[in-house]
C-alpha cells in the first residue's frame, strides 16, 4: 500500500522561504523482487545503479491490489506527488521494504547472508528516489518492515542503519542526528522551515510489543530511546522550542491485532512501560 497527502502548516515565523505545504508519505513496501530478471542484476550492483536497472526491466504493468510495490507503482507515485509540488519537505513514515522480504529473497535466487546488504541497499534506494524526485528534504521514520533480519527485529548499531545514515541527506548537518540515527534509528533536527521548531523522529519498533532484536547482546534500546526522548523533550522546553514527533508504530491500542481477538482483550501497539513513560512525558 502507498499512500500520499497534503498537510497544511501554520502561518507562523520561518526559517526560509517556505509554502506551508508538505508531503506524507507511508508504507511504500517496494518490492525489488517482482521482476526475476533483475534480481542477480540489482545483487551485484551499488544502490546508485539501481534505478538504471529498474528502468530496463520488462516489467511494465503497475503491482495489482494486493502485492506489495514494484518499481513502476512507486515511479508513477511519486511522478505524481512531483507534478503537486512545490513542498517545504517530506515526512515518510517508514516501511521502506516489502513484507516477508528476507523469505522472498532467498526463493528469488539470493542466499542468507547476501540478505542484510539488499535489505539495506533496498531501503537507501527507496531514500535516493524520494529526494531526488521531491527535491526536498526527506524527513524519514523507521518502520517495522524496515530491517536486516525480519519483520519487527531491527538491530541497533547495525550496517543497516550505518547504510540508511549515509543516504538520509537530512542528517548531513547534524553530527549528533547522524549519531542518535545510527546507533538507534531515531533523531531530531530543526525544522527546515518554522523557526524555533524541531522535528524528533522516533524508532518506535523498538517499543513495540512485537519487537524482538536479531542482534545477540543488544541490550535494551527502547529503555535508551524513552530516555534521549525525555532528554529532548526537556531540553526543548527549556529553550522555549515546539517539537513536531514523527514515528511509524503510534501509541494506543492495534485495532488490528485486538480485532483478530473479538476485541474481547484490546491489545496496545507499545510494551505497557513505554506506553506509560511516553504519556507522562507527553502529561509533563
Known amino acids: 500500500c502507498l499512500m500520499f497527502a497534503q498537510m497544511g502548516l501554520p502561518a507562523i515565523a520561518q526559517v526560509g522561504a517556505g509554502t506551508g505545504r508538505a508531503l506524507l508519505i507511508s508504507d511504500i513496501h517496494l518490492d525489488p523482487l517482482s521482476d526475476p530478471a533483475i534480481v542477480k542484476l540489482l545483487i551485484a550492483a551499488p544502490v546508485e545503479q539501481w534505478g538504471r536497472i529498474f528502468q530496463g526491466s520488462h516489467e511494465k504493468a503497475l503491482s495489482t491490489y494486493g502485492a506489495d510495490t514494484n518499481y513502476r507503482l512507486f515511479s ?37 547472508d547476501q540478505f542484510p546488504a539488499f535489505a539495506a541497499k533496498t531501503a537507501a534506494f527507496v531514500m535516493q528516489e524520494l529526494q531526488d524526485k521531491l527535491k526536498v528534504a526527506v524527513v524519514a521514520a523507521l518502520g517495522n518492515n524496515d530491517s536486516p533480519c525480519g519483520d519487527y527485529q531491527i538491530p541497533p548499531n547495525s550496517p543497516f542503519l550505518a547504510a540508511l545514515a549515509d543516504q538520509l541527506r537530512v542528517l548531513a548537518n547534524s553530527a549528533e542526528a547522524k549519531s542518535t540515527f545510527q546507533l538507534g534509528g531515531f533523531y531530531s533536527v530543526v525544522h527546515p522551515t518554522v523557526a524555533n521548531q524541531d522535528i524528533i523522529v522516533l524508532n518506535t519498533i523498538f517499543w513495540s510489543t512485537d519487537y524482538k532484536s536479531c542482534a545477540p547482546n543488544s541490550g535494551d534500546p527502547g529503555e535508551a530511546e524513552i530516555e534521549w526522548l525525555g532528554w529532548k523533550l526537556y531540553t526543548a522546553a527549556m529553550l522555549h522550542r515546539g517539537v513536531t514527533l514523527v514515528m511509524h508504530i503510534p501509541p494506543g491500542m492495534d485495532a488490528y491485532d485486538s480485532s483478530h481477538g473479538q476485541c474481547q482483550s484490546p491489545l496496545s501497539f507499545w510494551q505497557d512501560k513505554y506506553q506509560t513513560r511516553f504519556s507522562a512525558l507527553m502529561n509533563a
Open 76 to 112: 508513477s507515485a511519486l511522478a505524481e506527488a512531483a507534478a503537486q509540488e512545490p513542498y517545504d519537505y517530506v515526512v515518510f513514515t517508514g516501511d521502506a521494504v516489502r513484507h516477508n522480504f528476507s523469505q522472498a529473497f532467498v526463493s528469488a535466487g539470493g542466499t542468507s
